[in-house]
């Protein structure tokens, strides 16, 4: 008989398998993410992750909607209470913070494609969404505050995944630069406004 303490495994489940991926994913990069290094992290076999998720796409399909999830929570979060361009400020720096926060989640939002995948679909449209409401202290018509919405979108997206990726190489500060794309932003969505 040993005289070791019994280990307590925990129990697999779909929830857990997600979490210990997203993990992963964020301390050692989104490559790191195979089944067979989650299900070590798991202290199982690969065969019995198979009982909770069903392909390695699917996980990183799961990843990436996490992703988008995490992204439009911070965004509501940091705009509460704040309109026009302090809004728009704070999301972006939210955005930042995400991608800083969660590197390897975040790049799993480019990872699986969207199109077609109504549930992927609308979690895009969400955080495109909750952009176009920090917008509506602008003059804007209905399709002008989507336009904008994508505007702000795509250069937060750009900006933070070049800047996670070294993609800034100069050394002038990417905080001034950041505070230089807002401003930017701010005065173009101010010039579209309806008359």
């Given at each position: 008989m040993?005289?070791q303490p019994?280990?307590?495994r ?29 299900a ?6 690969q065969p019995?992750l ?6 390695y ?8 909607l996490?992703g988008?999830e995490?992204?439009?929570?911070r965004l509501i979060?940091?705009a ?17 913070g995400?991608?800083a ?32 409401l ?11 505050r ?15 995944h070049l ?8 050394d002038?500060?990417l905080?001034e630069?950041?505070t ?5 932003l701010?005065r173009?969505?101010?010039t579209?406004?309806?008359?």
């Amino acid at each position: 008989m040993s005289s070791q303490p019994a280990v307590k495994r925990r129990s697999l489940s779909p929830e857990l398998v997600l979490d210990t991926a997203a993990t992963l994913a964020d301390e050692e990069g989104l490559d790191s993410v195979t089944l067979t290094h989650v299900a070590k992290k798991l202290g199982t076999s690969q065969p019995a992750l198979y009982r909770h998720i069903d392909s390695y796409d699917e996980l990183i399909r799961a990843l990436g909607l996490r992703g988008r999830e995490v992204l439009a929570d911070r965004l509501i979060e940091s705009a509460v209470g704040l309109a026009g361009d302090d809004a728009i400020e704070a999301m972006g720096r939210a955005w930042r913070g995400v991608v800083a926060d969660h590197p390897g989640l975040y790049a799993a939002t480019d990872r699986y494609p969207c199109a077609g995948d109504a549930e992927l679909e609308a979690a895009v449209n969400r955080v495109v969404e909750v952009l176009s409401l920090s917008l509506s202290t602008y003059d804007l018509t209905d399709d002008e505050r989507v336009d904008a919405a994508r505007a702000l979108r795509s250069a937060f997206h750009g900006f933070a995944h070049l800047e996670n990726g070294d993609g800034h190489p100069l050394d002038q500060d990417l905080d001034e630069s950041f505070t230089q794309l807002i401003e930017l932003l701010c005065r173009g969505i101010r010039t579209i406004q309806t008359s």
